[in-house]
């Protein structure tokens, strides 16, 4: 029986243990009654830079959810900002609530307001349920944004650019795997063609891949298959397909323990976030089939190089299409580094990205 | 019986429970897992200007209990700095640990830090635990620190103009009770003798009134009652003491269930903070009984303006005085007012200070 003191106990707020798992800096809850702004900012990490990370909106059942999902997100964007060689640290927010019932140009500039108090310790950009005329509310009132709309001055959209960082670190694992990093006539199953993958399938198809496409909305499954002649295959038939490169480019955790058995490739390279359920074992496990991975967080950094370069000074497409094209490199060296301490893939681009954390922290 | 599912429930992070409850603006968890930084920080309204408040360091048994606390100071701070005609908002902090065994110099500056990056939105000085060479260090690492020693150019020790509020606060009382505001052969009693009381019982005995003083430290009572020619009284004895006024400068709810009925005087004003150990229920029995109460938040804000006036600048000791000397007009409107109205006093001051909130925030 639990005892009504085990009930005051887990009620107790266990923020401070939440921030000492990961090591996050600072969480900060801003509140606005007067527009009904719930809004979380996570900053996990500035050793490197400001915490740059998009904010989200979201209906969260609870509070909890919101401020796991923050947490988990922050912490994200400081490895990939590390890895990417980018002078940024982690950080991320989310808005609690309704997008129909709730989004409007007064809760936005109340959030964009927050931003602004922060004094550039966080920068925000676009990320879920947010348009890029949201952005611009919130910067009337902050200029700690970024990926704003190239018809403002800013970087714009970051999906082509991620697409390309996907490409060439796709290249990169085919050099690795199988001596030379052409895509010609290579078998290759893309999950999702929104708008990085339908970039995706553009750089591929030039390459005379042949390819493979899922998406569970049927209008675009059909326009992408017919673009770029491909051949559209069904939401769970993809894990079985026999193909060299499987590229995840829709939601995360597709790397998991019923489909891990049944991947028939040769490499995993794909845009998606967070595509092994679970980093450690998942990671192991298609290291001992023999399946290449390349860590997602390294490969999909193209869209934060695109508005990390835009808020840093100096943004050009040229600029930030060169910086991502080193994640070929970046894919080549971790592919190594894994192999030769008999690491898996995703536990040895996190040592790079943590080493350059730890190096720049010992510099202050 | 209580269901697992209860539990998970309870479990839940219901911050934005808490900061809806009172309308807190902003809380901020910071975290440094070097130094052990453990802070919290709340910002509770900026209507009518940065939030002000002090950091107290303290060994929370919870982090729940610190954020209880820091939630409850920074929204008092709000109402005593808008009372007080202030353009200041309210906050504080709390630094979480024991003070013997986590103070220092990195800590102290990692927690400036933290306070820099919010760019003034808050503005930090000295409460419990913390020394004024621990603000110089805080200090190194942010401009928005108050309350530092003259000799640095600060205000410094801010206890003889609280001590200062209290007295012309007790005055306009006096009027209000007697008709005229002399203290001369008045029978009151001073609860806790510290900085402040100490300051106190100096201007009273210039007005000879008749002086009784407790303290649970022996020394300073016995120094206190000699100096000022005051009767020493017991620490439990000065609830059934018959006087004129009661003058609270120790702890807080001295006025609680167990002493409202022991009580014969005819006003209570002092120094201490959140008097009342219900804001409502004992509020209402003081007006029932006729005991004129000088809210505390009020009369003790001698403090506050001093560090106000130095933080938004062209601080002298005069200007402080002078700032501080106008509690005694708001002592008579709020009397009066409450009054005219038929509430009790701490409602009255309540209301003038959400008032004044409310009409700046009209502004906008």
Redo the contacts between chains.
């Keep these: 029986?639990?005892e009504?003191n085990?009930?005051k106990k887990?009620?107790?707020?266990?923020?401070?243990?939440e921030?000492?798992k990961h090591?996050?800096?600072?969480?900060?809850?801003?509140?606005?009654?007067q527009t009904g702004l719930?809004a979380i900012i996570s900053i996990h990490n500035t050793v490197l830079g400001p915490a740059l990370g998009g904010t989200r909106m979201w209906n969260y059942t609870?509070?909890?959810e919101a401020?796991h999902d923050v947490l988990r997100l922050a912490r994200g964007m400081t490895y990939k900002a590390a890895i990417s060689g980018l002078n940024l640290g982690g950080g991320k927010a989310v808005i609690?609530g309704d997008v129909d019932k709730i989004k409007n140009e007064a809760l936005l500039r109340r959030f964009g307001k927050?931003v602004e108090?922060?004094?550039g310790?966080y920068v925000t950009a676009e990320d879920m349920n947010m348009t890029p005329s949201d952005m611009e509310y919130i910067a009337m009132e902050t200029k700690h944004v970024t990926g704003l709309s190239e018809s403002i001055g800013g970087g714009g959209d970051p999906s082509p650019v991620t697409a390309y960082g996907v490409y060439v670190g796709m290249k990169a694992s085919a050099k690795k795997a199988y001596g030379n990093d052409s895509l010609e006539g290579k078998r290759i199953s893309v999950q999702g063609v929104g708008s990085v993958g339908m970039h995706l399938l553009e750089y591929l198809s030039k390459e005379k891949a042949k390819l493979f496409v899922s998406d569970y909305n049927e209008g675009r499954l059909h326009s992408a298959a017919k673009k770029y002649k491909a051949h559209p295959i069904g939401l769970d038939e993809i894990y079985n397909l026999e193909v060299d490169i499987y590229s995840p480019c829709a939601m995360g955790a597709t790397i998991n323990d019923n489909t891990i058995d049944r991947m028939r490739c040769k490499i995993i390279a794909g845009a998606a976030n967070n595509q092994l359920d679970d980093e450690v074992l998942h990671g192991k496990m298609l290291a001992s089939r023999g399946i290449i991975y390349a860590p997602d967080f390294l490969i999909n950094a193209g869209g934060l190089i695109n508005v990390g370069i835009d808020y840093l000074g100096g943004w050009s497409k040229e600029r930030a299409y060169r910086k991502t094209e080193k994640i070929y490199q970046t894919t080549i060296d971790i592919l190594n580094l894994a192999e030769k301490e008999g690491i898996h893939t995703h536990d040895a681009a996190m040592k790079l990205a943590k080493k350059r954390i730890s190096d720049i922290a010992g510099l202050k």
Tied chains: 1, 2.
Excluded: R, T
């Design positions: 029986m639990i009504v085990d009930l887990a009620k107790e707020v266990e923020i401070f243990g921030l000492a090591d996050h800096e600072q969480l900060i809850f801003c509140h606005d009654s719930k609870s509070d909890a401020l609690i927050f108090s922060l004094n310790k």
